[in-house]
């Protein structure tokens, strides 16, 4: 079941970026006294109670007297509408100092067309004595009103979060912790799976579509974010059932426009969660950019097997051998998030290399499957402790590893029973994955690695 939505609405200044900072525990939402500052939707993970959800920040609704440019107003309006029918759940925040306004009446006539479980929050409420201006907010009729202090993280805030979770479907967003041996063991090599292609726009995605479809499913034009939609096509490979998701192409959010790209975008990335395989699909002739770095980041941290395309590659003069190591190297120290990614040169237009695509896929989806035994695990594990030890810490504490085994698939999970997990150094993880990977290979797929104290075992 996918991460239910919660999405955060009202009129402006009353403290919806403050309040979904304070959920996700961090500054991301840009807070300012001037309303209006929040006009796109935010998207981020959110965990509590062991659930987790999308957390959605909106931009203020502005009521008819308000005074704003009309057509930015209208712009932010759909994004909001939009974030509506995508909610789970609606959190309606009001601002309990200011009371209740007629901008307030208008936001709950909106919300309540959706038809969806609402919970309002009385943002705000900073002391004892504002508990009294709670009261006047029932008249809006959208059940009992939840005093809370966003900008103070008290009065309220977790029964709010506790309300939120509590109007999931049964089961949504139930956070499940790896243990050893729950996955249901499926057939790497003959399962179905869904490979979502992605990367900025005009880089050649729809292209590469049709060409694996074999007909044109998609609207291929030199124009950038021709596609708005995710595009799912079914296609059968040697008998095996394979989900193609074409996706739009992901700009720098300066760069977007509000309304339709906008939610395009949102849709690719979702696209990324729901896919087994994601294809990043570069240009040749253009520099590798901070986007496609960040799109990289977002496919590992969503613990994807990956594949690397360079397309365009008939547009290049060398093409030789070298040249192609050469392209690989640079793509690899660019793209470090992805450096596990097999590297896949094609052309969409003179369909070279383009099967090649699926192939790298397939394995790379059955590296993400592959399960060791404990046996082997612990055999490279302590091997490699004992070739070089763990570094040890400022008051001369050194981590001691005792047993490690494999907990779960796509991605491959290690769990390592050790003597305190505060000891895990970063450089020191990335060394037991590197030998890892020397010993079981693990192409293509992501690594986690897991620390537990044997105390807690």
Known sequence: MSKPVVAIVGRPNVGKSTFFNRCI?????????????????????????????????????????????????????DQVQEALIQADVIVFVVDGRQGLTGADEEVANIIRKVKKPILLGVNKIDSMKDNNNIMEFYKLGLGEPMGLSAMQGSGGVGDLL????????????KIVYPEEGEEEEKD???????????????????????????SKRAIVSETPGTTRDAVDTPIKVHG???????????????????????????????????????????????????????????????GKAAVIVINKWDLIEDRSSRSMTTFTEEVKQQLRALSYAEVVFTSATSKLRVPKILEASARAYAEAHKRITTALVNQIVNESVALVPPPASKRGKRLKVYYTTQVSIAPPTFLLFV?????????YEAYLERKLREAFGFHGAPIRIFTRAKKES
């Open 419 to 427: 003597s305190d997990g505060k000891l895990m150094a970063k450089n």
């Open 25 to 77: 525990g961090a500054k991301y939402a840009i807070v300012d006294d001037s309303p209006g500052v929040t006009r796109d939707r935010i998207y981020r993970d959110c965990e509590w109670n062991g659930r987790e959800f999308l957390l959605v920040d909106t931009g203020g609704i502005q009521g008819e007297d308000g005074k704003v440019d009309a057509m930015m107003a209208g712009a932010v309006l």
């Open 240 to 302: 095996r059932e394979i989900t193609l998701i074409d996706t739009a192409g992901i700009r720098r959010k300066s760069r977007v426009d509000y309304g339709i790209e906008a939610f395009s975008v949102v849709r690719s990335l979702k696209a990324i969660d729901r896919a087994d395989v994601c294809v990043l699909v570069l240009d040749a002739n253009i520099e590798i950019s901070d986007q496609d770095q960040k799109i990289a980041g977002k496919i590992e941290e969503a």
């Open 162 to 173: 506790d309300a939120i979770v509590e109007k999931f479907p049964e089961g949504a967003g």
């Open 188 to 214: 790497p090599n003959t399962s179905p799976y869904a490979i979502a292609i992605v990367g900025r726009p005009n880089v050649g995605k729809s292209s590469l579509t049709n060409v694996l479809c074999g």
